[in-house]
């Protein structure tokens, strides 16, 4: 890496990491977000949850991404059926990717109609639609380098649950008082039964400080001005 001019890492925290290991030259450069895409308008939360049968009562938990080890899985649908025992009929579980665990999915989605799984969504529109429709963004994961996910379920203005401590936790807008502190089912059930279900009044407000700082416009002006700086030269 140290024959390149530049280093680009999605974290500062993974920057310093890397640096510690003798890699110079690191830039920090986020993802961002379409937010002409994922945006909390139109307010279609309520139509999409009717086209996929969920009950208006329920809370939505909505959980976007590879179900795989790394990514913490297991622990959220142990989570979830914790959430079943101790609050039946109160929550939807609804997962739109694929993976490794995809048959502990199988075999949660078996016992009750409150799990939804969709392995694909390639349509972003649709992937954005699915993100107002839900009332918390469940975000397990515990090794994130950045959580591209999360920042696309803000963007539609859905705040996200999940667990304290991993590189992610600096792109969430909001208060992470109630996280999980622990990387265990009992406790993100637990920060989920404290979370209720958000006011989307907040939605908007949640949207734009995504856009303020995520957009793809201001991401890109920032890449572009470290290929400036390197075509430049030292």
């Not at 990514?71 to 997962?95: D, M, V, W």
């Not at 078996?110 to 954005?128: G, S």
């Not at 909001?174 to 059930?189: F, H, I, K, V, Y």
């Not at 201001?218 to 430049?232: K, N, P, T």
Request: net charge neutral.
């Amino acid at each position: 890496y140290n024959r390149f001019a530049r280093t680009l890492v999605p974290s500062p925290a993974l920057g310093a990491l890397i640096t510690e290991w003798g890699v110079r030259n690191v830039e920090n450069i986020d993802l961002g977000v379409d937010v002409e895409i994922f945006q909390p308008v139109p307010e279609d939360g309520a139509a999409t949850r009717r086209a996929l049968g969920i009950a208006p009562e329920r809370i939505v938990l909505l959980y976007v991404g590879r179900l795989a080890a790394e990514k913490n899985t297991r622990t959220l649908f142990q989570a979830f059926e914790r959430l079943r025992q101790s609050h039946p009929g109160r929550y939807q579980l609804l997962i739109t990717g694929d993976g490794t665990q995809r048959g502990l999915l199988q075999a949660l989605q078996k016992k009750a109609d409150d799990v939804i799984w969709q392995p694909y969504c390639p349509d972003t529109r649709e992937l954005a639609r699915l993100y107002r429709s839900a009332d918390l963004f469940v975000h397990p994961g515990v090794q994130e380098t950045f959580g591209l996910v999360t920042l696309e379920a803000q963007a539609c203005g859905t705040p996200v649950i999940g667990i304290h401590g991993s590189y992610m936790d600096r792109i969430i807008f909001t208060d992470q008082a109630g996280w999980a502190r622990e990387n265990s089912p009992e406790a993100l059930a637990q920060a989920i039964v404290d979370a209720g279900r958000p006011d989307r009044a907040a939605a908007g407000a949640l949207a734009e400080k995504v856009a303020r700082q995520y957009s793809w416009e201001h991401v890109f002006d920032r890449l572009f001005a470290i290929y400036r700086e390197v075509i430049a030269g030292p």
